[in-house]
Nanobody
């Protein structure tokens, strides 16, 4: 069973930065797509950023210019750098990966105080 382990969440003031990390239990190259989603309390889960392997990164309009998705092939890690954080970015963030089926991390809390 594939596991995705997220880290790097926490509490930050508005305007601050956090970097989330996602380490899959298998090589990131074994997945056709990887991405980040988030779910705020009382809301549906929404896309933050996704990348089809070899393709462009697709960002939600609400995070464009502030969030950057990247990967480190040596460390087998996918990152989500979040800058200029806003209170409305508060949510549980999930790492996700796809090949024949989708896999999800356990989620990590990000809280942005005003």
């Amino acid at each position: 069973q594939v596991q995705l382990v997220e880290s790097g969440g926490g509490l930050v003031e508005a305007g601050g930065s956090l970097r989330l990390s996602c380490v899959p239990s298998e090589s990131i190259f074994s997945f056709t797509t990887m991405g980040w989603y988030r779910q705020a309390r009382g809301k549906q889960r929404e896309l933050v950023a996704t990348q089809i392997r070899g393709g462009n990164i697709n960002y939600a309009e609400s995070v464009k210019g502030r969030f950057t998705m990247s990967e480190d092939n040596v460390k087998n890690t996918v990152y989500l750098q979040m800058n200029s954080l806003k209170p409305e970015d508060t949510a549980v963030y999930y790492c996700a990966a796809w090949r024949s089926i989708d896999y999800w991390g356990q989620g990590i809390q990000v809280t942005v105080s005003s």
